[in-house]
């Protein structure tokens, strides 16, 4: 893995999105790149003179945006310093723009192998624009995206559970899986939940013999569970086992797909899973 891509918003998951991204890294090959999208104060056209804050036309307006920009790019230095003076390749990137503009760019022009970011649950990084742009670069991402909830401090990730489908074959992403988990030293568990609601197209043996045939090692690894939703299960079996990390695919889905016959369960775990989600996505 050559570059990490990680937005922080300087809140307190920025460190546990810093934290994972250590995690996946190699101290002599991957650069971390800590990316800020400043958003510069807009004044209130409501706020009267005297008030604290200050409002268009007030002398202080300007010294007031200034000082918040100079705050924002000491503690982004602050950030490179410290994971640099760990050892770790570093580069920061500060933007002026919004978040999804200044990711999107930063994935251009960089082209990481992983994005790392924080999930707050408290109005941050993913949950200010959840259904929107946040949701949109986690699951169209052109690279894997990693999303680190609140309730997750990342320390290892040996432990690691990987959910699917077996409703299409998933071999490519799994030969990158299995080299990330001789990198880090995990177990790793094929899981397939069935659930009354959710359709069950294609043959489970189908799927399940690619996979057999190619990674003998996941014969006695492959897990069925029921359970009243696919979400349900997914997040059961990451408590029974206290899994490390949940990794899933997911892939382009036409309208019908998406909305009518199959709801992304990977867009309903970016927003509700307590355990850290790793997104690969599927090439059509």
Known sequence: MNKILIPIDFSENADRALSAAKLMADKESTELIILHAYQPYIPDVSVMPGSVLPGIGSPDYSYVGVDLENNFRHQLDEYVAKISAEGYKTKSIWAVSSIQSAVEDAVAENKPDLIV???????????????????????????????????????????????????????????????????????LTLLKVNAEHQPNIQSDNQFLDEIKAEFPQSIDAIIYRDDKSVLDGI???????????????????????EFLINPSVTRKLVVDTHVPLLIYHLAE
């Open 117 to 187: 970011t924080g999930r707050t649950g408290t109005g941050g990084f993913i949950d200010k624009l959840i259904g929107s742009s946040a949701t949109h670069i986690a699951l169209h991402s052109p690279c894997p995206v990693m999303i680190i909830p609140p309730q997750a401090e990342p320390k290892k990730f040996s432990k690691v559970v990987y959910a699917t489908q077996l409703e299409y074959s998933e071999n490519d992403i799994l030969k990158e899986v299995y080299v990330l988990m001789n990198h880090l030293g995990s177990n």
């Open 235 to 257: 997040e059961a079996y990451c408590d029974e086992v206290s899994a490390d990390l949940l990794i899933m695919s997911t892939r382009e889905r036409s309208f019908i797909e």
